[in-house]
């Protein structure tokens, strides 16, 4: 498969997030045996990873691409090219030059042809000409998707978006934008018009949106108004900004929070969960356990935290899904897994999105993995209930585990990410 | 003169929002199901509380002097009244005025108080009495607890509260040998009067009345009030205690429940030893049979007739012992919108919807259970009370830090 990918920044050029995200996407792809061109605004100068075709837009010739662009246009005859044009479905070659000498992008491009011998200008920053430059990077796209060398389009944020649906029209292919933050997320409600419109732009263009957590999605559907069935949730493997104040929500108790998520079966271990938990609550007054999620074991869960006469410290929440799911997490700050046999086990991944520190079972398969977790025997409750004082009491502890949990996973984690965008492409290109 | 004494309770509890989750903590301090407990007091009082007050406003103008009833209406019952349909309170008003139907005092909260803290068993009650003299221009004389709970202890508090005549069920485990159909006084009392419920009578119109399988359905007035009349010369008090949701509620409209009590006080006046009295008759007509020991709490509910509808399961136990004991702490605030939330959260409904005896009562719990299961209904119980619990300490805080 291969995917013509739009992005901002990449490293070893990094100023936001999003070059993070790109980078760690883009591996994981190739990971999963996606061929991948990933096109920026400019290398400036820097060295970048083999291994990745990058395109920089600066770099493209674009009186060259054009000459060849009318030859091919003039070579076939105009139903092989109908299906390209989404505006104007039956353009001929001299359709097309005519688009090219009146449509307001072209009438700029034909300027710029003739002023900078065929290259345009990009800086790659986010300074004060940076929707100009959107709008060429648009032109690039229109460009470059006449090349026609690809399966599918990826655009990250609204940066990228007008180039992606550019590169759309001029190729006929489909579009996946992918949302790293809205508008919302970085202005509040005083959102710039003018971008709020590009996202908006995009969004409804791209034939599947991803967003980074069931918070953007919301918001896609609330305030762009996108229907929710186009919106696919892919979590980046890792993200700063997973705390609470990205999900605008505020701690709700005083305490410290401790976490299960999974399952309630005998597989979990959730008995083990509760007798710890039981075993902390009677030396420590300052914290409060959640146990996620249901199962065949749930009601004898509930009744046995009731007989420990714990309802003051212990909840449970049944089965959560979508933004509830990333808003447990973000309240949390311990995680436990007492799996008693766990393959391998996602959820301990999930927990460090949110930089929550995490206990594992020695007997689960990511104990493997994430070899600076702290981890116990899940029948040990009396350890996992010293573990888990531990680090509720100790947040410098808590915070290094964290961190180092994450180093542990960041392929991994990618990895995942990379397939979980793999698999929309798929379902993108099947219909 | 053999007498029939109907008692109607009648109660609507304030129904917890079925989705008060752990987010909702420190978040959100509405508790109440505000739609649902609307809608559910209006179809309720459609169905079943204008009707059958309508109906019983006729025959109370049919047999002037004659037919007689009494209820007890809890307070958070007459609270949703006043919120959601006046019109209810207006046609018990109309009853109160013919003098020929008794209000009845109980907790104002419907709740377990006796059982856990007698201070504010009292307080309740005292609430109860004051709504009914507002409402109804009468002062309850007879007392009746929760859901019939009682012991000798419940019959000497109430005693001391000035109450003169108390109402029980009438269990085996009460009774022994003995008929329910007389007065009786409990043990160690000189002025109290012990009426005793007559389940068996109760319980045919309450729970049998539109039962195919049972060998007496259809159950007509005739039939009914010749079962009555066969009594005459063993018994002198016949206690039918019911909800008074059986009207058109729990037996609907179509089974022709409303058609048998039209026509029973005429059956039942046919008989000219046989006539209707309200409660705080009794003790002006009879004198006590004899004393009875109650040592052990009984009450209403289910075959047990016992507490374990409300309590003995760890979901039931923890959640009723963890409210209580914010009692101080709720009450130190002096701020009466917590407490008034407080006292809602101990109405004994929300302990009923934990049960898990799942056994022959479990259709009737189930019936009346808001809940997917006790278990969705413990862990909304302990949200709201974890809530509350917050709200309480954030509030004591602030005002330290003021």
Redesign the interface.
Known sequence: MKVLMFGWEFPPFISGGLGTASYGIAKGLIHNDVDLTFVMPTRRGLKFESGINIIAADEVHTIERFNKIITTLKKYDTSTITKSFTIAPYFTSEDYMEYFNTHHDMIELKKVLQSQKGLLHFTGNYGKNLLDEVYRYGIIGEIIGFGNDFDIIHAHDWLTFHAGVAAKRSSGKQLVVHVHATEFDRSGENVNQQVYDIERFGMENADKIIAVSYFTKNIITSRYGIHPDKVEVVHNAVDKNRRLDAYGIK????EKIVLFLGRITMQKGPDYFMEAAHRVYKKYKNVRF?MAGSGDM??RM??RM??L?M??RF????FLKGI?VE?MYALSDLYVMPSVSEPFGIAPFEALLYDVPIIISRQSGVAEVLKNAIKVDFWDINKLSEMILMLIENDKVANEVAEKCKEDMSNIGWDNAGLRIKNVYESVLKN | MVSLIFYFQVHQPFRLRKNYSFFDIGNNHFYEDEEANRAILNKVADKCYIPTNLMLLDLIKQYPGKFKVSFSISGVAIEQFEKYNPYVLETFQMLAETGQVEFIAETYYHSLSFIFSKEEFKAQVEMQKQKVEQYFKQTPTTFRNTELIYNNDVAHFAEQLGFNTILAEGANQVLGWRSPNFLYQPVGSYKMNLLLKNFKLSDDIAFRFSNRAWEDYPLTAEKYASWIHSIAGSGEVINLFMDYETFGEHQWEDTGIFNFMRALPGEILKHPDFQFLMPKEAALNYTPLSQIDTPFFVSWADLERDLTAWLGNSLQDSSIEKVYEIEEMVKATKDPDLIHTWRKLLTSDHFYYMCTKWFSDGDVHKYFNPYESPYDAFIIFTNVLNDLIQTIKNKSKNKLSA
């Open positions: 701690k709700n108790v005083d959640v749930l009601p509930i009744t009731a007989s006469r309802i003051d909840h449970f929440t049944g509830d808003r």
